[in-house]
């Protein structure tokens, strides 16, 4: 696979670029490699790149951009990076990027069970391993599966599709699902946004843990960049945006000021990241090439010499 024949087009390439700042021979990590869009134009930059990705598909079929770019592929999820990099000998870096959410290479593929625009295994694991999402909404009671569409899929008729996929069970093909929620939602052929994208966003985020791999991607993160790294996030709904944008502002000191109606916070620890620079969004060009740019937002912030903040999962275990 070379870079010009990569499925996947990077979005906001150039945004993520200036965002980084690479200097020559700087370390940078690459936490989703995908087809390699990032990895490869961090390291004609001058990074030397170590690039994770926990989908068995794009490591052996990146492994020859990789090489080209001599770039270091870790089989593994994100919010593993420090204990992997660990392993080699590496726990600094100046840079780390992160592409959230599901692959165009996923995505595009119909075996992989993400898509309903055509039919496949019910599956949508990243890794191809564990819960499957046919496991899951086999199994699970109708109030567990109508909380995870709410929840991640903003759905207001989640109790009525819950119902639904319980009086169909067993599925076993996206098709199957697809058509049983169409059906209890009333979907008509000229409707602008087919009502099964919502179900099956939800279903794909819970089965892998994705806000909350990303929350422990982003204390990975501020534990590892070194002061002055740069962080850049790559977002594409408005779950995951809110984690970044909630944890940059944390962060960075922006929720300990007090106001007129509230008193000040007693001090607590010091930023770690300076005040994060205004979201970025996608400009008319790119959008013209690559619609997927649409809902893609760019949040970046730069380490400061603090110490890194107690995880929040140690702190609530």
Do not use: C
Request: charged share 25%; proline share 5%.
């Amino acid at each position: 696979m070379s870079d010009s024949a990569a499925p996947h087009i990077p979005v906001l390439i150039d945004e993520v670029l200036d965002a980084l700042a690479i200097t020559p021979g700087e370390i940078h990590v690459d936490g989703t490699f995908g087809a390699g869009g990032y990895s490869s134009a961090m390291a004609r930059a001058g990074a030397r790149v170590f690039a994770f990705d926990r989908d068995p598909d794009a490591i052996r079929e990146g492994q020859a951009v990789a090489d080209a770019h001599q770039i270091t592929l870790i089989p593994g999820e994100f919010s593993r990076m420090a204990e992997l990099l660990a392993e080699r000998g590496i726990e600094k870096l100046s840079g780390i990027t992160l592409d959230i959410g599901v692959s165009s290479m996923q995505l595009d593929r119909a075996e992989r069970g993400f898509s309903f625009q055509s039919d496949g295994p019910l599956t949508m694991t990243m890794s191809q391993d564990g819960m499957s999402a046919a496991d899951f909404l086999n199994t699970a009671s109708e109030e567990e599966i109508a909380n995870v569409i709410y929840r991640y899929g903003d759905e207001p008729k989640s109790r009525r599709v819950a119902r639904a996929i319980v009086e169909a069970r067993p599925l076993e093909r996206t098709g199957q699902l697809a058509a049983v929620v169409r059906k209890a939602l009333g979907h008509k052929p000229h409707d602008k946004k087919d009502p099964a994208t919502r179900t099956f966003q939800a279903i794909r985020i819970h089965v892998n843990r994705e806000l909350e791999e990303l929350e422990l991607a982003l204390e990975a993160a501020e534990a590892l960049l070194e002061e002055g790294g740069r962080l850049a996030i790559v977002t594409f709904h408005s779950l995951e945006d809110r984690i970044v944008k909630q944890f940059l502002r944390n962060r960075s000191g922006g929720d300990s000021g007090g106001s007129r109606h509230m008193p000040e916070r007693a001090a607590g620890p010091q930023p770690t990241f300076a005040k994060p620079a205004k979201a970025v969004k996608a400009g008319e060009a790119e959008l013209a090439r690559n619609p997927r740019a649409r809902s893609a937002t760019l949040r970046a912030a730069i380490r400061t010499s603090a110490p890194a903040h107690q995880s929040l999962r140690s702190a609530r275990s």
